[in-house]
């Protein structure tokens, strides 16, 4: 065989744009031979060792810009290596370099006389019909073993398990369906949880899951449902924060038709639309007294009494509660009562924070990277600079705020590689971000008073110090119990 790709000579202007010495530099050039995997060009003055951006300028379609690698220079020109780009330039290199096929009766791939031009080449088999929109789609299925095996002698066993985990999970949707995959991680805190939910899973005890803001506790939630019995049942989650307080009893245990204003139907609340599954109830340490007095008479003979009615309902269901405050203290100032605590105290699982996961931190980012990757169908990478920078960050919004900066990363990189500045994270000051160590609540309570005098007392800007969001900011200074006084 011999040519994967057509080449033919050209004459195209353009532009090539590499790093030296931190500065991004441009030389003109001339691409005076093209074909989809390679070209021969006129004027490049520099050895470049690394990838490298060209920018040909296509008549009829503009510059469009491809990542290079430099084979070899010679006194003819330098010849360089294209990789793939997204579809649509590929497309419009390809009908540059069909527009200027030079008429002949042999075969452009490997010269085995055939000028048909309808079907494939007798010699080599590849497809010669030139004039067919989808021809490019089809060379490219056609060649595709041959440069996989091109690349295969660069890679090692790990890139190779690599490209056939890609192949059957984000291409053929060859999911592993053990509920463990909505976790990602190694640290031991991790393991620990892990550990946690496959014991505690199969029964029917009620858990309490503790952690800060945006560690996962609705994730491990879906997870303890999932490996449950009850699994075909629904999963129902509440944000007990989220709801006024007025409008909450009604939404967690239903209403009948002319209960209150407003109540033109009867309507079943989140008990009973749980029932035969499992009832996750998030940040249950905000819930009103008169609800804990309701849960826990609940929880003693699973019966929901809806509002205006005077018939209770048997209702099956498996609680799941989470917060981010000290229960302990809540207690201790009599906001929460005991008796309701050694009820969902069953059984505790303690989500660890982000800044003591390790290097579970670049696993997650890389995660999200290829989920935003898949969904867009545009696959990016992280500079080494960026992921010392997830390394090194102190994460205070967790797995959410890691989450949103590698999303912000996608959309803001201009090429194929995420650097910490479009993840904003080379603007964080080290003297004003918490401390990457577990703080003692005392000392974490001095910080975030710290912080409101550095903003005047502005929450919003507050949060955006301490790159966590304004509901976030807010459960700090509940947990807390920062009171205006302390914010003089």
Known sequence: MGRLDVRVRTHLDSTVCYLAREDTLEERVTIRELSLSGALVVGLSTQLSELFAIRPVLPGTGEVELLAKLVRQGKGGSAIRLYYSDQNTMQAL?????????????????????????????????????????????????????????????????????????????????????????????????????????????????????????????????????????????????????????????????????????????KKGKFESADGGTLFLDEIGDLPA?????????????????????????????????????????????????????????????????????DDKVRLATYFLEKFSRNENRFMEFSEEALEAIRRHPWPGNVRELENKVRRGFLMASGRVIDPECMELDQVDPAVVPDPEPKP????????????????????????????????????????????????
């Open 94 to 266: 390809w009908e540059h370099i069909r527009d200027h096929l030079p008429p002949t009766s042999s075969c452009p791939y490997c010269g085995h006389p055939d000028d048909s031009r309808e079907g494939s080449c007798d010699n080599c088999n590849l497809y010669l019909n030139f004039s067919k929109k989808n021809y490019l789609e089809r060379h490219i299925e056609n060649t595709f073993a041959q440069r996989l095996n091109i690349r295969l002698s660069r890679l090692n066993l790990e890139h190779i398990q690599k490209i056939i985990h890609f192949v059957d999970s984000k291409l053929l949707k060859i999911q592993h369906r053990s509920p463990d995959r909505e976790f990602i991680g190694t640290s031991p805190g991790m393991l620990t949880v892990f550990s946690m939910l496959r014991k505690v899973a199969p029964t029917e005890m009620s858990v309490l899951l503790l952690g800060e803001s945006g560690t996962g506790k609705e994730v491990t939630a879906r997870s303890l449902h999932t490996l449950s019995g009850r699994r075909d049942g629904p999963f129902v989650a509440v944000n007990c924060a989220a709801i006024p307080e007025t409008l909450l009893e009604a939404e967690l245990f239903g209403y009948e038709k002319g209960a209150f204003t407003g109540a033109y139907a009867t």
């Open 290 to 358: 008169t609800l804990q007095a309701k849960l826990l008479r609940f929880l003693e003979d699973r019966l929901v009494q809806p509002v205006g009615s005077a018939l209770s309902k048997k209702i099956d269901v498996r609680i799941v509660a989470a917060t981010n405050c000290d229960l302990q203290l809540s207690m201790a100032q009599g906001r929460f009562r005991t008796d309701l605590f050694y009820r969902l105290n069953s059984f505790t699982i303690k989500l660890p924070p982000l800044r003591e996961r390790g």
């Open 441 to 488: 609540a005392s000392a974490q309570r001095d910080y975030v008073i710290k912080v409101l005098e550095q903003n005047g007392y502005v929450i919003a800007k507050a949060a955006r110090q301490m790159q966590i969001s304004r509901p976030s900011m807010y459960a700090l200074i509940k947990k807390h119990g920062i009171s205006r006084d302390d914010m003089k």
